[in-house]
C-alpha cells in the first residue's frame, strides 16, 4: 500500500451522530427509503457455521444505501440552500441518490463522476434525475471528480452534498443498523460491511455501539483502495498516492475526516490481510456492557469477483465489486458457530459488460488463470509438441498471441493457460521445464504482467 505523508487530522468536521440521531432519521426518509430485506443464506451459513444474513440493500429503488445519507441530508437542507441547487461528487451510487433526491424534491443538481464510473451508473444517474439533474465526467478517480465539485461550489455558491464527509450523510446509512436491529428482533454477534468513504461503516457502527455494544464489527476495504486502514495507521487521515478503481464503489484515496473521526473514537483497530485466517470474532453474550472487536481489514480485488460471481450463480444477487466486499471477507474470517452474522450487500448497481473482466480476476485470485512468455522454436510441430507434452488434459489455452506481431519469425509468444485445478501448476511448471522450452511466467503485480495481461 502506497501512500502519501501528509497526515492530516481536521478539526472543522467534529463528529456528533449518537443513536437517537440515527432514529430520527430513519423517521426522516421512511417515506422514500425502503425497509431492504434480511435474507438468510443457506450457503455461507453452511460454509461459516453460523446463522449467515444478508442485508439486500442493492434492492433499494437506486440499487445501492447510498440514498439513505443523501435523502437524509438533503431533507434538511434550508429553502434558500434548495435554491441555489446542489452539487456532488460520486463514483455512481451516492450519485443515484442525489438525483432520486432532486427529482422528488424538484431541486436543480450538478453531479460529478469520475471517468471509471461504469455507464451502467451513469445511465442510471441520468434516469432517476431526469431533467433536474446535469452530469458531468471529469478525471480518473472519485477524488478529481470530487475536487471539480468543490471548485463548483465556491464559483457558484451552490450546495454541497457530501457522499460520506457529513454527518447527515452518516447519519442516513446508519439507519441500516436501525432496520437490522428490528427485522432480527435482537442485536447482531456480527456485522460485517464495506469501506469506501466511511460513512456507511461510520453510521452503522456508531449506532450498535450504543445499542449493541458486545456486537463485532468488521469493516471490509479493497487492498487496492485502502484509505482507512492508511489513516488509522498513521494517526490521521492521509492521502494514498495510487489506488486500483476496480472496486469503484469503494475506490477512495483519503478517507472522509468525519468517518475518521467516528470509526477512531469507537476504537476501530486494524487488521492485515495475511492475518485475516487467524481472527476469531466471538458470540454475543447478552446482558455484556463489554464492546465486542471492531476490526478494519482488507481485501483482495481478485477474491471480492470470486463473491460477486457466487452470490450470483449461487443466491442470484447481482451485487457490483463494493456491494460484495462483506461476503469476500466473510470467507476469511472466524466466526462463532451459532452465532448471527450480517453481510451488508450494499450495491447492486454492476455493469453486464464487465463481467470478463469479474471472471479473469476471480480465476487469477483462485490460481486457475497463469500468463506466459513461451519461445517456440522456428520449426514444423513445435506447437502440436506444447499442446501434446505440456498441457495437462484438463488444461486450456484461453490466449495465444506473438508479442511481435509483425514477425513471426523470432520471439516469444504469450499463452493463457487455465488450470483444471489449482494444484495442477507445479506438474505444468515441471513439463515446461522438461521440453526445453524457454518459458517465463508473468507474476501478477508486476510491470510485465500488466503490459501484456
Same mark, same amino acid.
Given at each position: 500500500?502506497?501512500?502519501?505523508?501528509? +497526515?492530516? +487530522?481536521?478539526?472543522?468536521?467534529?463528529?456528533?451522530?449518537?443513536?437517537?440521531?440515527?432514529?430520527?432519521?430513519?423517521?426522516?426518509?421512511?417515506?422514500? +427509503?425502503?425497509?431492504?430485506?434480511?435474507?438468510?443464506?443457506?450457503?455461507?451459513?453452511?460454509?461459516?457455521?453460523?446463522?449467515?444474513?444478508?442485508?439486500?440493500?442493492?434492492?433499494?429503488?437506486?440499487?445501492?444505501?447510498?440514498?439513505?445519507?443523501?435523502?437524509?441530508?438533503?431533507?434538511?437542507?434550508?429553502?434558500?440552500?434548495?435554491?441555489?441547487?446542489?452539487?456532488?461528487?460520486?463514483?455512481?451510487?451516492?450519485?443515484?441518490? +442525489?438525483?432520486?433526491?432532486?427529482?422528488?424534491?424538484?431541486? &436543480? %443538481?450538478?453531479?460529478?463522476?469520475?471517468?471509471?464510473?461504469?455507464?451502467?451508473?451513469?445511465?442510471?444517474?441520468?434516469?432517476?434525475?431526469?431533467?433536474?439533474?446535469?452530469?458531468?465526467?471529469?478525471?480518473?478517480?472519485?477524488?478529481?471528480?470530487?475536487?471539480?465539485?468543490?471548485?463548483?461550489?465556491?464559483?457558484?455558491?451552490?450546495?454541497?452534498?457530501?457522499?460520506?464527509?457529513?454527518?447527515?450523510?452518516?447519519?442516513?446509512?446508519?439507519?441500516?443498523?436501525?432496520?437490522?436491529?428490528?427485522?432480527?428482533?435482537?442485536?447482531?454477534?456480527?456485522?460485517?460491511?464495506?469501506?469506501?468513504?466511511?460513512?456507511?461503516?461510520?453510521?452503522?457502527?456508531?449506532?450498535?455501539?450504543?445499542?449493541?455494544?458486545?456486537?463485532?464489527?468488521?469493516?471490509?476495504?479493497?487492498? %487496492?483502495?485502502?484509505?482507512?486502514?492508511?489513516?488509522?495507521?498513521?494517526?490521521?487521515?492521509?492521502?494514498?498516492?495510487?489506488?486500483?478503481?476496480?472496486?469503484?464503489?469503494?475506490? @477512495?484515496?483519503?478517507?472522509?475526516?468525519?468517518?475518521?473521526?467516528?470509526?477512531?473514537?469507537? %476504537?476501530?483497530?486494524?487488521?492485515?490481510?495475511?492475518?485475516?485466517?487467524?481472527?476469531?470474532?466471538?458470540?454475543?453474550?447478552? %446482558?455484556?456492557?463489554?464492546?465486542?472487536?471492531?476490526? @478494519?481489514?482488507?481485501?483482495?480485488?481478485?477474491?471480492?469477483?470470486?463473491?460477486?460471481?457466487?452470490?450470483?450463480?449461487?443466491?442470484?444477487?447481482?451485487?457490483?465489486?463494493?456491494?460484495?466486499?462483506? @461476503?469476500?471477507?466473510? &470467507?476469511?474470517?472466524?466466526?462463532?458457530?451459532?452465532?448471527?452474522? @450480517?453481510?451488508?450487500?450494499?450495491?447492486?448497481?454492476?455493469?453486464?459488460?464487465?463481467?470478463?473482466?469479474?471472471?479473469?480476476?476471480?480465476?487469477?485470485?483462485?490460481?486457475?488463470?497463469?500468463?506466459?512468455?513461451?519461445?517456440?522454436?522456428?520449426?514444423?510441430?513445435?506447437?502440436?509438441?506444447?499442446?501434446?507434452?505440456?498441457?495437462?488434459?484438463?488444461?486450456?489455452?484461453?490466449?495465444?498471441?506473438?508479442?511481435?506481431?509483425?514477425?513471426?519469425?523470432?520471439?516469444?509468444?504469450?499463452?493463457?493457460?487455465?488450470?483444471?485445478?489449482?494444484?495442477?501448476?507445479?506438474?505444468?511448471?515441471?513439463?515446461?521445464?522438461?521440453? &526445453?522450452?524457454?518459458?517465463?511466467?508473468?507474476?501478477?503485480?508486476?510491470?510485465?504482467?500488466?503490459?501484456?495481461?
Amino acid at each position: 500500500m502506497s501512500n502519501s505523508p501528509d +497526515v492530516v +487530522v481536521s478539526n472543522s468536521h467534529t463528529f456528533a451522530v449518537t443513536a437517537d440521531d440515527i432514529d430520527t432519521a430513519a423517521r426522516r426518509i421512511s417515506d422514500v +427509503v425502503s425497509a431492504t430485506p434480511l435474507q438468510y443464506c443457506e450457503r455461507l451459513s453452511a460454509v461459516t457455521g453460523a446463522q449467515v444474513y444478508l442485508k439486500r440493500e442493492d434492492l433499494q429503488i437506486v440499487r445501492s444505501y447510498k440514498i439513505r445519507g443523501a435523502y437524509n441530508l438533503m431533507a434538511q437542507l434550508s429553502p434558500e440552500e434548495l435554491a441555489v441547487g446542489v452539487v456532488t461528487a460520486s463514483a455512481g451510487n451516492h450519485a443515484q441518490g +442525489v438525483a432520486f433526491a432532486c427529482r422528488s424534491m424538484q431541486v &436543480h %443538481g450538478r453531479i460529478y463522476v469520475p471517468a471509471n464510473t461504469p455507464k451502467q451508473k451513469r445511465d442510471r444517474i441520468r434516469v432517476h434525475g431526469g431533467e433536474f439533474v446535469e452530469l458531468i465526467v471529469t478525471g480518473d478517480t472519485f477524488d478529481a471528480a470530487s475536487a471539480s465539485a468543490s471548485a463548483d461550489v465556491a464559483r457558484t455558491g451552490a450546495t454541497m452534498v457530501p457522499p460520506f464527509n457529513d454527518a447527515r450523510t452518516v447519519a442516513g446509512q446508519g439507519t441500516i443498523a436501525a432496520e437490522i436491529i428490528e427485522q432480527l428482533g435482537a442485536a447482531p454477534d456480527t456485522v460485517v460491511m464495506p469501506v469506501g468513504g466511511g460513512g456507511c461503516i461510520a453510521g452503522i457502527s456508531t449506532y450498535l455501539r450504543e445499542r449493541s455494544p458486545a456486537s463485532a464489527l468488521v469493516g471490509v476495504e479493497p487492498s %487496492g483502495a485502502a484509505s482507512m486502514t492508511a489513516a488509522l495507521v498513521a494517526g490521521g487521515p492521509v492521502t494514498l498516492a495510487e489506488i486500483d478503481p476496480f472496486v469503484d464503489g469503494a475506490a @477512495v484515496r483519503r478517507i472522509g475526516d468525519v468517518p475518521y473521526a467516528a470509526l477512531r473514537n469507537l %476504537g476501530a483497530e486494524v487488521v492485515s490481510h495475511a492475518s485475516l485466517p487467524l481472527m476469531a470474532v466471538p458470540a454475543f453474550r447478552p %446482558g455484556t456492557l463489554e464492546a465486542g472487536p471492531f476490526l @478494519v481489514t482488507q481485501i483482495d480485488e481478485g477474491a471480492i469477483c470470486t463473491a460477486m460471481l457466487d452470490l450470483y450463480q449461487n443466491e442470484g444477487v447481482i451485487a457490483e465489486p463494493a456491494g460484495a466486499l462483506s @461476503v469476500a471477507a466473510l &470467507h476469511q474470517i472466524s466466526v462463532a458457530p451459532g452465532s448471527t452474522v @450480517v453481510c451488508l450487500i450494499s450495491g447492486g448497481n454492476n455493469d453486464v459488460s464487465r463481467y470478463g473482466e469479474i471472471l479473469e480476476r476471480s480465476l487469477v485470485h483462485l490460481g486457475l488463470k497463469h500468463y506466459f512468455l513461451v519461445d517456440f522454436p522456428q520449426e514444423p510441430g513445435a506447437l502440436r509438441r506444447f499442446l501434446d507434452d505440456v498441457l495437462g488434459p484438463d488444461d486450456d489455452i484461453t490466449l495465444f498471441e506473438y508479442v511481435k506481431r509483425n514477425n513471426r519469425e523470432t520471439g516469444a509468444a504469450l499463452v493463457g493457460i487455465q488450470l483444471g485445478v489449482a494444484s495442477g501448476l507445479s506438474s505444468l511448471l515441471e513439463r515446461m521445464r522438461s521440453s &526445453h522450452l524457454q518459458v517465463e511466467q508473468l507474476e501478477p503485480g508486476t510491470p510485465a504482467y500488466r503490459y501484456l495481461t
